[in-house]
Structure formats: structure tokens, C-alpha cells
């Protein structure tokens, strides 16, 4: 029962804390919170009374307290303390496990990628083998988030996993030790070309300067004279690796962040504590419409000294700063605080942060809405939501039918009987699907569903619809009925049409088996569009230098 009472008070004192700073005079700021407590207190109660169906309190809260905050910001958010420790793993990017990515392929929970150098890849698990067991338990019909959890636990525990290898029959008892598991910020770093190195960034967590200090310095050994710096997708994470990770790259004593909020006493102004790893090597940054936060402080810093060309999409548009303030009964209040502004003056929140295209990124903002800064060198360059890139690449979607084969698990499953059939294959950045091999694949295809619709089938799927509605398909019904003999897709032909792209992906999905994570991304390097522009920009230094001296507009 005091679990139960903990949580109303949880939320009865942040509607408080929200009270105090909504009035300016006092009096009728305590009146409204004495007034919106006890309504909040009483309707908690008649509902827990008199609600025709059991209500569980707990659940009831949580749902009272994710709507308040949504009315805020999206990032500020409720944990509770069930999520505590998934939120630490977030923030530190540790945990004790096994060290393995687990997924669901055709109902089979199965290993995904095990890491190099953890437990599970020491145990000798290995990507496709299906989780039937963990410590006794059947785990077939878990969902991943599940068996996760079971896979979690404290460093130096074992636990003993039955698993069923692809192609057999036979059950397999692994042994495996748990292990403290720190996720990478890097989880890869190498030579795109004799001359080029490329550094992967993936999240901001506990010591991400230093893993991209080590890998630009192990670059160097191995020939590196100019860098790509990868941040698309990156997420973000803790305000001070951004500092550490732009440290690497600009002169000690330089501005990277400051930040402005309602608590004044909290505003601070964040240097470059560190002598700078490197300040001359060009440096190409890769930015995506997922790259966010602290990726976006990163990319603005480079930008704004004029220190490295960005290449990709704009940015996500996070401007924002949190802090976990600390709850009753172990949960905790993670609130947005502050906004970040980088060294140029700019802040690069999304003017309204409710309006986002469909993968969460800024929408179109009118230029009158926005306000210009300049870079050290003198380049325009805004504010209002995210950080534009100076070349803009977009990357191209995939086609229909490859994300179908992808979708399908049968890019996987191919990958997965092409590795076990043949005992080892070229080098990563070498290995290429022959015709020969690729047409074996589509005679494999033959008795699998991959069924797919595109867009432009599902547009005219809806313009039939309304046309009826509206009375004027008997009109246009012959247009209606030849535009869709135009595009009605056929599977063999779009495997043909597409081949170059599907090629792609089998290849990587070929060389993640057998060089596994370090291979996936050297596989790509010929085929991602964004990269291969980066290394022309590098490769030309009279283009790279126009870049960055580019007079404003």
C-alpha cells in the first residue's frame, strides 16, 4: 500500500514545483496550488471508489503524469522505478549481460549479432542461432524485450542457454559467464581509402571522447591524412561527452556550449578543457535527420569554426537540455531545463517541436521565422531547428521490393544458408554477389511470400475510393484502371529492375555473418552515397577549402 500512496504524492508535488513558476504573485500562486491539489487528490479517490471496473492506481498515475508532461516537451519524461536500470544502460551505455543483439525472425527468437570479445561471442553463440532456453525457462513464446531481461543480470553469474543452431536438429547447452558489458560509442573505426579514415559515433555515453580520441589517433598510424566523422542516426546522450568529442577537434579554451534556463544559478558557459588531438586534419562530419542532441552540438561547433564541412541532411533539431531530478520510492523526474547554444550564438531547437515530419526530424521553417548567424569565417548559417549541412546528400530510400526482402527476414535467411554453405568468403570491402550467385537467389525467392505494395499503388487504391465516394468513377474509371495497369508492379521484374540495390544488401547481410559488425560497415562504403561524397569533398581540397570559405549569401 505505500508504494501505492507514493505515487499520487510523486505527481501532487510536480504539479506543485510547475505551480510555482506559472504566477507572479504569490498569493494566488499558492491559492492555485493548494486549489489544483486537492482537485488532482479528490477525483484520484472518487474514481478509486466508485469507477465501475478495478483500477489499478500505479497504472492510473503513470497515465495522469505521461499526459501532463506531454503537454510540455517530449523530452521531458516520467521513470518510474521498474525503468530505472534500462534508463542507466541509456546513460552509461553499461550493463551486466551477455553481450548480443536478440531479434524475432519468422517466430524464432535468435541471435542477431553477438559483440566481439563478449561473453556470448567467448561462449561460441553465433548470429541465426535460436534462444529456446534461458536458465530452465522456455523462451520460445517471450517476446525479445523479455528474454532480454532474463539474459541481464549481475557480472561473473552464469547461466546456462539452450539454443538450436540453423541446419540442426540438436539442441545446444551454452555455458555462459555474465559479464559488465559497456557498449561501444564507437563501434567502428578504419580506412575508407589509403588516405581517408572514418570514425563511427553512435551515441554520446560515458567516456565517448576518448573512444573517438583513440580511434583519430589509431587512424593516423594507419595513414589517415583527412576524416569522416559519422554522426547520422546518432541520438545524443550527456552534454559533457559533447564537449569531450568537439575537444577533440578545436583548440583548448573554446566555447562549445552554453546553456540559457529558468534557473539562472544553472546557466553555464562549457569550454574545451583539453589540448586538441588534431586541429588542421579535414575533417567531413555525416549528419542525418536522426542526428540529435548532443550529435547536433558536435556538428555545430565543427560548422560554426569552421573547422570540418558537413555533408548529409539537416539535423533532428533538439536544442534542449535535461536533468533527472530524484523521486519518491526510486523513480525519477528526467526535465528540460535549459536550451543549448552553440559557439556561433545559435540555438538549434525546432521553433515548435509538435510539428515534425514522419521520422520526428524539423519541418520546413519559413526563413522569416528564422534568425542568421555567421561562422567564424563569415558564412551565414541559422537557427530555428537543426543544423542544415553545407552539402546537402539525401539518401536514397530503398526501393519497394528491398524493403520487403529486408522486412521479411529473407535477405537474413538467405545470408544466414550462404554462410553455412561456404566456409569463408573474400574481405569485406572486397566481397561482391557474382550474376551468377544473384540469379540463385532469385530462383530461391520463387516459393517465398514477399508480397509488397508501393506507394503509388496505394495512391491510386485511395484515389478509386474517393472517386466513388464523390460519384465521378464512372467517369474517369478507364484513366483510373490504364494508370493502374502502368504501375502495377511484378516481383521478377522489380528483381531485375532493383538488382544493383538488392545485390547490396545481400552483401552486407553475407559479410555481417562472417566479419559481423566490423564488416557490415566496411560493406557499405561503396554503396552509401552520403559517404562516397564525403571522400570526393576530402579528396579534392580546392572544393573542401571553397567550402568552408564560402562567401555569405
Known amino acids: 500500500m505505500m508504494k501505492k500512496v507514493g505515487i499520487p504524492i510523486t505527481i501532487l508535488a510536480f504539479v506543485a514545483i510547475l505551480a510555482l513558476f506559472s504566477f507572479n504573485n504569490p498569493n494566488e500562486r499558492y ?26 492506481p500505479n497504472k492510473l498515475i503513470k497515465t495522469g503524469i505521461d499526459a501532463m508532461l506531454a503537454s510540455l516537451d517530449p523530452y521531458t519524461n516520467y521513470i ?4 530505472i536500470e534500462d534508463y542507466r544502460t541509456m546513460t552509461t551505455g553499461e550493463y551486466g549481460g551477455i553481450g548480443a543483439i536478440i531479434g524475432n525472425r519468422n517466430g524464432k527468437n535468435i541471435i542477431m549479432m553477438p559483440y566481439e570479445g563478449f561473453p556470448a561471442y567467448k561462449a561460441g553463440l553465433k548470429i541465426g542461432d535460436e534462444i529456446l532456453k534461458v536458465d530452465g525457462v522456455d523462451v520460445t513464446k517471450m517476446n525479445t524485450s523479455e528474454i532480454s531481461q532474463l539474459l541481464k543480470g549481475q557480472a561473473n553469474t552464469k547461466l546456462k542457454v539452450v539454443i538450436k543452431r540453423y541446419g540442426s536438429d540438436h539442441e545446444m547447452d551454452i555455458d555462459i559467464l555474465r559479464e559488465k558489458i559497456t557498449i561501444d560509442n564507437v563501434p567502428y573505426s578504419g580506412m575508407i581509402t589509403p588516405s581517408v579514415g572514418y570514425i563511427k559515433l553512435s551515441d554520446f555515453t560515458t567516456g565517448a571522447g576518448k573512444e573517438v580520441k583513440k580511434a583519430l589517433d589509431q587512424l593516423k598510424k594507419d595513414g589517415a591524412q ?3 566523422l559519422d554522426l547520422r542516426g546518432n541520438p545524443g546522450g550527456l552534454l559533457n561527452e559533447a564537449v569531450n ?8 579554451g573554446s566555447e562549445i556550449v552554453s546553456t540559457k534556463g529558468k534557473v539562472t544559478d544553472w546557466n553555464k558557459t562549457y569550454n574545451a578543457l583539453n589540448a586538441a588531438s588534431d586541429t588542421d586534419i579535414p575533417i567531413v562530419v555525416l549528419t542525418s535527420s536522426r542526428s540529435a542532441s548532443a550529435a547536433e552540438i558536435v556538428s555545430g561547433v565543427i560548422q560554426d569554426y569552421d573547422r570540418g564541412v558537413l555533408v548529409g541532411e539537416k539535423t533532428f533539431g533538439k536544442g534542449l537540455v535535461q536533468a533527472t531530478r530524484p523521486l519518491t520510492y526510486n523513480s525519477q523526474l528526467k526535465i528540460t531545463t535549459a536550451k543549448y547554444y552553440i559557439p556561433s550564438g545559435r540555438c538549434i531547437q525546432a521553433i515548435n517541436y ?13 526563413d522569416s521565422l528564422k534568425t542568421s548567424f555567421k561562422t567564424r569565417n563569415g558564412r551565414l548559417v541559422y537557427d530555428g531547428g537543426g543544423v542544415d549541412p553545407d552539402v546537402e546528400v539525401e539518401q536514397p530510400l530503398p526501393a519497394p521490393i528491398t524493403i520487403s526482402l529486408i522486412s521479411k527476414g529473407l535477405i537474413f535467411e538467405y545470408a544466414l544458408d550462404y554462410h553455412y554453405k561456404h566456409p569463408e568468403i573474400a574481405k569485406a570491402k572486397e566481397f561482391k554477389i557474382s550474376d551468377e550467385e544473384y540469379g540463385k537467389f532469385v530462383l530461391w525467392l520463387k516459393d517465398k511470400e514477399y508480397d509488397y505494395t508501393t506507394k503509388v499503388e496505394k495512391t491510386i487504391e485511395t484515389l478509386t475510393n474517393y472517386s466513388k465516394k464523390e460519384k465521378y468513377y464512372d467517369n474517369i474509371k478507364d484513366e483510373i ?26 552483401e552486407e547481410a553475407i559479410v555481417e555473418q562472417y566479419y559481423l559488425m566490423k564488416g557490415n560497415f566496411e560493406s557499405s562504403f561503396d554503396d552509401d552515397v552520403q559517404i562516397r561524397a564525403a571522400v570526393e569533398i576530402l579528396e579534392d581540397m580546392g572544393e573542401y577549402n571553397s567550402l568552408l570559405a564560402k562567401a555569405a549569401k
Do not use: M
Not at 37 to 49: Q, R
Not at 80 to 83: F, S, V, Y
Not at 245 to 252: D, K, L, P, T, Y
Open 31 to 56: 491559492f492555485e496550488i493548494t486549489r489544483n491539489l486537492d482537485i488532482f487528490s479528490t477525483l484520484f479517490k472518487e474514481v478509486n471508489a466508485y469507477y465501475v471496473d478495478e483500477v489499478d
Open 354 to 366: 509538435s510539428q515534425r515530419n514522419e521520422d520526428g526530424s524539423v519541418g520546413t521553417i519559413a
Open 481 to 506: 484502371e490504364d494508370l493502374r495497369s502502368k504501375v502495377q508492379h511484378n516481383k521478377e521484374q522489380d528483381l531485375q529492375e532493383f538488382s544493383s540495390e538488392v545485390k547490396s544488401a545481400l
Open 80 to 83: 518510474p522505478e521498474d525503468d
Open 245 to 252: 568529442v568537439a575537444n577533440v577537434f578545436v583548440n583548448q
Open 226 to 228: 583527412k576524416i569522416v
